[in-house]
């Protein structure tokens, strides 16, 4: 024991091998291409979930521009839509659709938790955020996932937009998650008795 105590100084002093080196330098070069690699593979993966690109895998318009495929149905677009919806990705989800749809989407109404918006105009979420002048009307509320008078005021908003429809609207129902904190599980379905049907026309996300 003495004599490798005696040894080791000297071994930390001495130039390190060209062979030891050489091999340091590959293992830190293969660590920084896992590196990368992983990133590209997160960047993806984040980039497969955005809701634009996920609403877009949903949503078309034919070559003419005059009818909305929704999956595998076809809608008469004549500047009859409506649009309601609500979750946290639902505004990126609704600046998407208005996009599509154009002068088609007459209104919409849509409920987000409190400060997404704020979050996304700092992180410079441009392509998640409503053009100045959207027909999309966004209330937020629900701070901390818990319902308030802002969340009640949204969901009546929606309520009063989806009654004033007629047989020739079309109304796009958008949803950003369905995933409720284990502790409100069951409050939930005492309320409903059963998850909310979605409508056809909807999307998910």
């Given at each position: 024991?003495?004599a490798?105590?005696q ?23 293969s660590?920084?291409?896992?590196a ?15 809701p634009?690109p ?12 005059r ?9 008469q ?15 990126g989800?609704?600046a998407?659709?208005?996009e ?7 209104q ?11 979050a ?19 209330f ?10 802002d969340?009640?005021?949204a ?33 939930r379905?005492?309320c ?6 979605v409508?056809a026309?909807?999307?998910m996300?």
């Open positions: 024991m003495a490798a105590l040894v080791l100084p000297r071994l930390a002093r001495a130039p390190l091998h060209p062979l030891l080196w050489r091999g340091s330098v590959a293992r830190l070069a660590s920084m291409a896992l990368e690699q992983a990133w590209q593979l997160f960047e993806s993966a984040v980039g497969a979930v955005l634009g996920m609403l877009h895998r949903a949503l078309s318009l034919d070559p003419s521009g009818q909305l495929k929704v999956r595998d149905r076809s809608f677009l004549k500047q009859n839509v409506y649009l309601v919806g609500f979750g946290k990705a639902v505004m989800m609704a998407a659709a208005e599509l749809l154009g002068q088609h989407l007459v919409g109404v849509i409920s987000i938790p409190k400060g997404i918006r704020a996304m105009e700092r992180a410079g979420k441009q392509e998640m955020l409503l053009k100045p002048h959207s027909r999309v009307q966004v937020e509320g629900a701070e901390d996932n818990l319902p308030d008078r969340a009640l005021r969901a009546l908003a929606i309520r009063q937009l989806a009654e004033g429809l007629t047989a020739d609207d079309l109304l796009l129902v958008l949803i950003s998650g369905w995933g409720t904190p284990a502790a409100h599980r069951d409050d379905y005492q409903h008795g059963h998850p909310p049907l409508p026309a909807s999307v996300a």
